[in-house]
């Protein structure tokens, strides 16, 4: 009797398993690491990141600590924060991943001249590491898509220099490659 064509042998099926199991884990550490912008909680929002992780966001790059401690500065003054993760695709390599997730942020604002709300959309594109059973953020890339300031804050926006759908060395379409070799 031969075995049905789509039967997985038993390493197959582990590899499946540990995939499966895997990408939970990192999904995980995605919706931790937007509560911990959302709830301006620092120490949530740096538990996703190995310790000797790196980041860059539009002309920022630092550590794990130095991106942590900008975007809560960036987030503490606004009411309120909502981060929504998108579309998330993730690859394998052993004990090394790579993700693609999309993502939507609303930020309310109250000053003296009123409310405004921002949107902001973008992409992470990400180097998870498995290290001693667990995974963590290596390299985090991020690009910011679209962004959009109400009321009428499109001026605003462009004094504040904010890096928009940058291409180039920051078009996350091509930074996989990049990151494999860090």
């Known amino acids: 009797m031969t075995a049905p064509v789509n039967a997985m042998n038993p390493a197959q099926t582990s590899t499946k398993l540990d995939e499966m199991l895997s990408w939970h884990a990192i999904y995980n550490l995605l919706c931790d690491y937007m509560r911990g912008q959302d709830r301006l909680d620092p120490a949530l929002h740096r538990s996703v990141f ?20 900008f975007a809560q500065g960036v987030l503490t003054p606004h009411l309120s924060n909502h981060h929504m993760i998108g579309q998330v695709r993730i690859d ?52 910011v898509d679209f962004t959009r300031l109400e009321p009428a804050g499109d001026d605003a926006l462009k004094a504040m220099n904010f ?16 990151m494999r070799v860090r």
């Open 50 to 69: 190995h310790d000797d992780a790196t980041t860059d966001y539009g002309s920022f790059t630092g550590n794990a600590d130095e991106f942590v401690a």
């Open 92 to 143: 394998f390599e052993g004990d090394t991943a790579f993700g693609e997730v999309y993502f939507q942020a609303f930020h309310r604002t109250v000053s003296d001249a009123g409310e405004a709300d921002l949107w902001v959309s973008g992409r992470y594109v990400d180097r998870y590491e498995r290290r001693a059973g667990h995974w963590k953020i290596a390299h985090r890339s991020e690009l």
């Open 163 to 178: 890096p928009l759908g940058q291409r180039a060395p920051h078009d996350l379409s091509c930074r996989r490659e990049e």
